[in-house]
């Protein structure tokens, strides 16, 4: 996870969501709920999103946007603060396991519970996590160092077994590179642009020793 600047609201939230948000708390039937509810999966709303995450998610930095579109994640659930489904700020763009039901789904820790989660765009990831990448044993997890940077690697699985061994290779390679990358101009350009804000993994390769 990398920190991640917010982009200005897009216009049809600016002139929607007030309008939108009394039709949704407003609707007294599941149907009229769902009607108003799906207006957040515009595409000029995810548009923005998918540019302002570079195309990966939020949460494990996975590139999504060469396989997927993407899911269109509420930081704190439509489903226990339906008032915030339209508010700019409670949105960001998610892989579909990290917002799906065996990752986050709805869960919303308070501090009682180690919570709240890291929030891309309001914390400061590395203050929270250490991206580790393990050389003996060739893995690259992503360790809590806080409570709440804890909770949220347990809750979001950010070292599940299929992501932390296809992010593994991905690392593994850039820090090959990287021992060249001191004498190598062109090793080190490859290394720079992996660190850039639309590198998958982008926390580790940082990381590296320089
Ligand atoms: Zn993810």
Known sequence: MIKVARSPKPAILERNKQPWTDALLRASTVAGKRKVEGKYKH???KDVLVAMFHGKCAYCESKISHIAYGHIEHFKPKST???LTFEWTNLLLSCPICNGPECKGDCFP???EGGPLINPCDDTPAEHFE???DTAAKLASVIGKTIRGQTTEKILGLNRVDLRE???KVVMTLYALSVYAATDPA???LL???CR???EYAAFIRSFPR
């Open 43 to 45: 595409p000029s709303i």
């Open 81 to 83: 603060f339906p008032e």
């Open 110 to 112: 308070v501090v009682s």
């Open 131 to 133: 991206f580790v990448f």
């Open 166 to 168: 296809y992010r593994s």
């Open 187 to 189: 090793a080190q350009a």
């Open 192 to 194: 720079e642009e992996a």
């Open 197 to 199: 804000d639309d590198g």
